[in-house]
Protein backbone atom coordinates (compact mmCIF):
# COMPACT_ATOMS: atom_id res chain seq x y z
CA UNK A 1 0.00 0.00 0.00
CA UNK A 2 2.63 2.27 1.11
CA UNK A 3 4.62 1.30 -1.99
CA UNK A 4 1.12 1.89 -4.23
CA UNK A 5 1.46 5.95 -2.86
CA UNK A 6 4.64 6.73 -3.28
CA UNK A 7 4.04 5.55 -6.86
CA UNK A 8 1.05 7.46 -7.31
CA UNK A 9 2.62 10.78 -5.28
CA UNK A 10 5.06 10.76 -8.08
CA UNK A 11 3.04 11.14 -11.24
CA UNK A 12 0.93 13.53 -9.29
CA UNK A 13 4.52 15.46 -9.05
CA UNK A 14 5.20 14.86 -12.29
CA UNK A 15 2.33 15.62 -14.01
CA UNK A 16 1.95 18.99 -11.92
CA UNK A 17 5.99 19.75 -13.27
CA UNK A 18 5.12 18.85 -16.95
CA UNK A 19 2.14 21.28 -16.62
CA UNK A 20 4.54 24.10 -15.43
CA UNK A 21 7.53 23.77 -16.87
CA UNK A 22 6.46 21.90 -20.75
CA UNK A 23 5.45 23.96 -23.65
CA UNK A 24 3.67 21.82 -25.49
CA UNK A 25 2.30 22.52 -29.63
CA UNK A 26 0.53 20.17 -31.16
CA UNK A 27 0.09 22.03 -35.04
CA UNK A 28 -0.61 18.57 -36.96
CA UNK A 29 -3.36 19.75 -39.04
CA UNK A 30 -6.48 17.32 -40.43
CA UNK A 31 -7.95 19.15 -42.55
CA UNK A 32 -11.96 19.02 -43.28
CA UNK A 33 -13.95 20.34 -46.25
CA UNK A 34 -17.32 19.40 -45.67
CA UNK A 35 -17.59 15.33 -45.16
CA UNK A 36 -13.73 14.71 -46.87
CA UNK A 37 -11.24 14.67 -44.42
CA UNK A 38 -7.58 15.08 -45.61
CA UNK A 39 -4.46 13.22 -44.59
CA UNK A 40 -1.57 15.58 -42.96
CA UNK A 41 1.53 15.22 -44.89
CA UNK A 42 3.17 12.01 -45.20
CA UNK A 43 6.17 13.69 -44.29
CA UNK A 44 5.28 16.79 -41.67
CA UNK A 45 6.18 20.01 -43.13
CA UNK A 46 8.78 21.86 -40.20
CA UNK A 47 6.01 24.69 -39.44
CA UNK A 48 3.80 21.71 -38.85
CA UNK A 49 5.77 19.27 -36.54
CA UNK A 50 5.04 19.12 -33.04
CA UNK A 51 7.05 20.99 -30.44
CA UNK A 52 7.96 20.38 -27.00
CA UNK A 53 10.21 22.05 -24.72
CA UNK A 54 10.45 23.41 -21.18
CA UNK A 55 10.81 27.15 -21.92
CA UNK A 56 11.74 29.58 -24.82
CA UNK A 57 13.57 29.08 -27.95
CA UNK A 58 17.15 29.60 -27.26
CA UNK A 59 18.74 32.92 -28.96
CA UNK A 60 21.79 30.36 -30.50
CA UNK A 61 24.48 32.75 -33.13
CA UNK A 62 24.76 30.81 -36.68
CA UNK A 63 28.56 32.49 -36.27
CA UNK A 64 29.51 31.96 -33.06
CA UNK A 65 28.64 28.52 -32.23
CA UNK A 66 30.39 25.70 -31.25
CA UNK A 67 29.84 22.22 -29.81
CA UNK A 68 32.11 21.53 -27.54
CA UNK A 69 32.89 17.91 -26.99
CA UNK A 70 34.66 16.93 -23.61
CA UNK A 71 34.93 14.15 -21.19
CA UNK A 72 36.41 11.00 -21.83
CA UNK A 73 38.36 11.62 -24.79
CA UNK A 74 41.55 11.52 -26.16
CA UNK A 75 41.09 15.10 -28.31
CA UNK A 76 38.56 17.24 -26.74
CA UNK A 77 37.72 19.95 -29.05
CA UNK A 78 35.00 22.23 -30.40
CA UNK A 79 32.75 22.26 -33.66
CA UNK A 80 31.45 24.84 -35.56
CA UNK A 81 28.08 24.94 -37.32
CA UNK A 82 29.89 24.44 -40.75
CA UNK A 83 32.18 22.52 -39.62
CA UNK A 84 29.36 20.19 -38.64
CA UNK A 85 28.01 20.82 -41.63
CA UNK A 86 30.99 19.42 -43.55
CA UNK A 87 31.07 16.25 -41.62
CA UNK A 88 30.04 13.08 -43.99
CA UNK A 89 25.85 13.38 -43.88
CA UNK A 90 23.66 10.81 -44.25
CA UNK A 91 19.52 11.22 -44.14
CA UNK A 92 17.07 10.00 -42.12
CA UNK A 93 13.36 9.29 -42.27
CA UNK A 94 12.08 9.19 -38.77
CA UNK A 95 9.14 9.54 -36.70
CA UNK A 96 9.23 10.88 -33.51
CA UNK A 97 6.59 10.66 -30.91
CA UNK A 98 6.59 13.07 -27.28
CA UNK A 99 6.71 10.48 -24.08
CA UNK A 100 3.74 12.21 -22.57
CA UNK A 101 1.14 12.08 -25.99
CA UNK A 102 -2.10 10.36 -25.06
CA UNK A 103 -3.67 7.39 -26.63
CA UNK A 104 -5.21 9.60 -29.35
CA UNK A 105 -2.93 11.97 -29.06
CA UNK A 106 -1.11 14.42 -31.93
CA UNK A 107 2.35 15.12 -30.60
CA UNK A 108 3.67 12.80 -33.55
CA UNK A 109 5.24 13.92 -36.63
CA UNK A 110 7.73 12.99 -39.00
CA UNK A 111 10.49 14.36 -40.64
CA UNK A 112 13.90 13.74 -43.02
CA UNK A 113 17.17 14.50 -41.07
CA UNK A 114 20.43 15.29 -42.51
CA UNK A 115 23.18 14.96 -40.38
CA UNK A 116 26.28 12.88 -38.82
CA UNK A 117 26.97 9.83 -37.09
CA UNK A 118 27.94 10.60 -33.28
CA UNK A 119 29.65 8.02 -32.53
CA UNK A 120 31.68 7.79 -35.84
CA UNK A 121 32.59 11.56 -34.72
CA UNK A 122 32.97 10.54 -30.95
CA UNK A 123 35.65 7.63 -32.72
CA UNK A 124 37.50 10.25 -34.34
CA UNK A 125 38.49 12.08 -31.36
CA UNK A 126 39.93 8.59 -29.22
CA UNK A 127 37.04 7.23 -26.66
CA UNK A 128 38.77 6.40 -23.91
CA UNK A 129 38.54 3.00 -22.59
CA UNK A 130 36.14 3.43 -19.46
CA UNK A 131 33.55 5.58 -21.20
CA UNK A 132 30.06 3.85 -20.77
CA UNK A 133 27.86 6.66 -22.42
CA UNK A 134 27.56 10.75 -23.35
CA UNK A 135 25.82 13.54 -21.86
CA UNK A 136 24.03 16.10 -24.17
CA UNK A 137 23.72 20.08 -22.99
CA UNK A 138 21.34 21.55 -24.50
CA UNK A 139 21.06 26.17 -24.42
CA UNK A 140 17.79 26.05 -22.55
CA UNK A 141 18.99 24.14 -19.71
CA UNK A 142 17.56 20.39 -21.06
CA UNK A 143 20.06 17.41 -20.81
CA UNK A 144 19.95 13.76 -21.87
CA UNK A 145 22.18 11.02 -22.51
CA UNK A 146 22.61 8.02 -24.26
CA UNK A 147 24.84 4.62 -23.67
CA UNK A 148 27.58 4.38 -26.15
CA UNK A 149 25.71 0.74 -27.36
CA UNK A 150 23.06 2.83 -27.93
CA UNK A 151 24.79 5.66 -30.39
CA UNK A 152 26.85 2.50 -32.08
CA UNK A 153 23.84 0.01 -32.59
CA UNK A 154 21.23 2.71 -33.32
CA UNK A 155 23.61 5.22 -35.38
CA UNK A 156 22.10 8.29 -33.68
CA UNK A 157 22.52 11.10 -35.76
CA UNK A 158 23.25 14.84 -34.98
CA UNK A 159 21.40 16.52 -37.16
CA UNK A 160 22.05 19.77 -38.61
CA UNK A 161 19.24 19.86 -41.40
CA UNK A 162 15.54 19.21 -41.50
CA UNK A 163 13.85 18.32 -44.62
CA UNK A 164 16.14 19.90 -46.84
CA UNK A 165 17.27 23.21 -44.59
CA UNK A 166 19.06 24.02 -41.94
CA UNK A 167 16.75 23.17 -38.42
CA UNK A 168 14.40 25.88 -37.60
CA UNK A 169 14.96 27.88 -34.35
CA UNK A 170 11.92 26.31 -32.90
CA UNK A 171 12.86 22.84 -33.84
CA UNK A 172 16.42 23.55 -32.15
CA UNK A 173 18.55 24.71 -34.30
CA UNK A 174 21.50 24.12 -35.13
CA UNK A 175 21.93 20.80 -33.53
CA UNK A 176 19.45 18.41 -32.75
CA UNK A 177 19.94 14.58 -31.57
CA UNK A 178 18.23 11.67 -33.40
CA UNK A 179 18.02 8.37 -31.97
CA UNK A 180 15.81 6.02 -33.68
CA UNK A 181 13.02 4.39 -32.46
CA UNK A 182 13.10 6.41 -28.89
CA UNK A 183 10.77 9.30 -27.80
CA UNK A 184 11.42 12.65 -28.46
CA UNK A 185 12.71 13.08 -24.73
CA UNK A 186 15.91 11.25 -25.97
CA UNK A 187 16.38 13.67 -28.89
CA UNK A 188 17.59 16.79 -27.40
CA UNK A 189 17.15 20.33 -29.20
CA UNK A 190 19.67 23.10 -29.57
CA UNK A 191 22.40 21.08 -28.28
CA UNK A 192 25.87 22.82 -27.21
CA UNK A 193 27.47 20.36 -25.46
CA UNK A 194 28.63 16.62 -25.48
CA UNK A 195 30.41 15.23 -22.35
CA UNK A 196 31.75 11.44 -23.11
CA UNK A 197 31.11 9.92 -19.46
CA UNK A 198 31.73 6.53 -17.46
CA UNK A 199 28.75 7.23 -15.08
CA UNK A 200 24.95 6.21 -14.71
CA UNK A 201 23.12 8.74 -17.48
CA UNK A 202 21.71 11.58 -16.74
CA UNK A 203 18.32 12.96 -18.01
CA UNK A 204 16.26 16.01 -17.32
CA UNK A 205 12.97 14.12 -17.32
CA UNK A 206 14.24 10.67 -15.80
CA UNK A 207 15.13 13.26 -12.63
CA UNK A 208 11.51 14.12 -12.26
CA UNK A 209 10.10 11.05 -12.20
CA UNK A 210 9.52 9.38 -15.40
CA UNK A 211 11.32 6.62 -17.32
CA UNK A 212 12.66 7.44 -19.99
CA UNK A 213 14.67 4.66 -21.31
CA UNK A 214 12.45 2.37 -23.22
CA UNK A 215 11.89 2.62 -26.83
CA UNK A 216 8.94 3.58 -28.58
CA UNK A 217 6.01 0.41 -28.81
CA UNK A 218 4.31 -0.60 -31.74
CA UNK A 219 1.42 2.37 -31.66
CA UNK A 220 -0.99 3.32 -33.58
CA UNK A 221 -3.56 6.84 -33.40
CA UNK A 222 -6.57 7.71 -35.07
CA UNK A 223 -6.22 11.09 -37.32
CA UNK A 224 -9.46 11.57 -38.67
CA UNK A 225 -12.94 11.91 -37.11
CA UNK A 226 -11.71 13.08 -33.59
CA UNK A 227 -12.58 11.81 -31.22
CA UNK A 228 -16.24 11.10 -32.01
CA UNK A 229 -18.61 10.69 -34.90
CA UNK A 230 -22.31 10.74 -36.13
CA UNK A 231 -24.11 8.00 -38.86
CA UNK A 232 -27.28 7.03 -40.23
CA UNK A 233 -28.00 2.88 -40.21
CA UNK A 234 -25.73 1.79 -42.70
CA UNK A 235 -24.20 4.66 -43.82
CA UNK A 236 -20.05 4.81 -44.37
CA UNK A 237 -17.88 6.75 -42.27
CA UNK A 238 -13.96 7.12 -43.59
CA UNK A 239 -11.67 7.12 -40.51
CA UNK A 240 -7.96 7.36 -41.16
CA UNK A 241 -5.00 7.26 -38.97
CA UNK A 242 -1.06 6.20 -38.80
CA UNK A 243 0.64 3.33 -37.27
CA UNK A 244 4.42 3.44 -35.86
CA UNK A 245 6.82 1.68 -33.54
CA UNK A 246 10.84 1.25 -32.96
CA UNK A 247 10.91 -0.45 -36.15
CA UNK A 248 8.18 -1.11 -39.64
CA UNK A 249 4.62 -1.65 -39.23
CA UNK A 250 2.88 -5.25 -40.29
CA UNK A 251 -0.24 -4.64 -40.03
CA UNK A 252 -3.28 -2.56 -38.82
CA UNK A 253 -6.49 -3.83 -37.61
CA UNK A 254 -9.82 -2.00 -36.00
CA UNK A 255 -12.27 -3.91 -34.05
CA UNK A 256 -16.32 -2.51 -33.74
CA UNK A 257 -16.81 -5.42 -30.80
CA UNK A 258 -14.25 -5.20 -28.04
CA UNK A 259 -12.05 -7.22 -29.58
CA UNK A 260 -13.47 -10.40 -30.52
CA UNK A 261 -13.22 -10.08 -34.06
CA UNK A 262 -10.87 -7.71 -35.94
CA UNK A 263 -10.50 -6.62 -39.42
CA UNK A 264 -7.68 -5.32 -41.43
CA UNK A 265 -7.33 -1.69 -41.56
CA UNK A 266 -5.47 -1.46 -45.84
CA UNK A 267 -2.11 0.73 -45.16
CA UNK A 268 -2.71 3.52 -48.04
CA UNK A 269 1.00 5.13 -47.88
CA UNK A 270 4.24 3.96 -46.03
CA UNK A 271 7.79 4.24 -47.10
CA UNK A 272 11.34 1.33 -47.14
CA UNK A 273 12.18 2.63 -43.76
CA UNK A 274 12.33 1.62 -40.06
CA UNK A 275 11.11 4.02 -37.83
CA UNK A 276 8.60 5.72 -39.83
CA UNK A 277 4.67 6.04 -39.64
CA UNK A 278 2.29 4.37 -42.51
CA UNK A 279 -0.72 5.52 -43.03
CA UNK A 280 -4.51 3.29 -43.23
CA UNK A 281 -8.11 3.79 -44.11
CA UNK A 282 -11.10 2.76 -43.45
CA UNK A 283 -15.01 2.82 -44.46
CA UNK A 284 -17.49 0.91 -41.27
CA UNK A 285 -21.11 1.63 -41.40
CA UNK A 286 -23.17 -0.10 -39.07
CA UNK A 287 -26.76 -1.88 -39.47
CA UNK A 288 -27.92 -1.43 -35.59
CA UNK A 289 -28.78 2.09 -34.11
CA UNK A 290 -26.73 2.46 -30.62
CA UNK A 291 -23.48 3.46 -29.45
CA UNK A 292 -20.08 1.73 -30.66
CA UNK A 293 -16.76 1.68 -29.69
CA UNK A 294 -14.33 1.85 -32.73
CA UNK A 295 -10.73 0.40 -31.38
CA UNK A 296 -7.48 0.12 -33.70
CA UNK A 297 -4.36 -2.13 -33.20
CA UNK A 298 -0.87 -2.18 -35.12
CA UNK A 299 1.69 -5.08 -35.11
CA UNK A 300 5.35 -4.86 -36.35
CA UNK A 301 7.23 -6.89 -38.22
CA UNK A 302 8.35 -8.79 -35.14
CA UNK A 303 5.24 -10.05 -34.40
CA UNK A 304 5.38 -7.44 -31.46
CA UNK A 305 1.14 -6.09 -30.69
CA UNK A 306 -0.20 -3.33 -29.59
CA UNK A 307 -1.30 -3.90 -26.04
CA UNK A 308 -5.10 -2.70 -24.83
CA UNK A 309 -4.20 -1.10 -22.11
CA UNK A 310 -0.43 1.10 -21.36
CA UNK A 311 -1.04 1.87 -17.63
CA UNK A 312 2.69 3.10 -17.40
CA UNK A 313 2.48 6.50 -17.95
CA UNK A 314 5.46 7.51 -17.31
CA UNK A 315 7.38 5.72 -19.64
CA UNK A 316 5.07 6.33 -23.16
CA UNK A 317 1.83 4.75 -23.13
CA UNK A 318 0.43 2.74 -26.58
CA UNK A 319 -2.89 2.15 -25.53
CA UNK A 320 -5.11 1.43 -28.17
CA UNK A 321 -7.03 4.72 -29.97
CA UNK A 322 -11.09 4.61 -29.85
CA UNK A 323 -13.49 6.30 -31.79
CA UNK A 324 -17.15 6.79 -30.37
CA UNK A 325 -19.53 5.93 -32.91
CA UNK A 326 -23.26 7.40 -32.35
CA UNK A 327 -25.54 5.55 -35.03
CA UNK A 328 -29.17 7.03 -35.18
Known amino acids: ?13 AMIVVSVLLVVTHPLSIEQTDDSWEFPDFITKNEDYFVTRIGGVPNINRDSYQLEITGLV ?4 SFSLDELQALNLTELPLTVECIGNSKNGKLVSTAVWKGFNVYD ?15 YTAADGYYASHTLDQLESNGVLGAVYMNGVEIPPVQGFPLRILNPGYYGVKQPAWVIGIEVIDRPLEDYWEDRGWDTSPPIDIDSKIFFPDGSASISVDQDLRIGGCAFGG ?13 ATWTNAPIIQQIDADNVWVFWEINVSVSNVGQITLQVRATDINDNQQIRTDSSYLDGTSSWPQLIINVT
Open 1 to 13: MEKDLRILAGFII
Open 74 to 77: DNPT
Open 121 to 135: LLESLGIQVTATGVR
Open 247 to 259: TRVKLVEYTIDDG
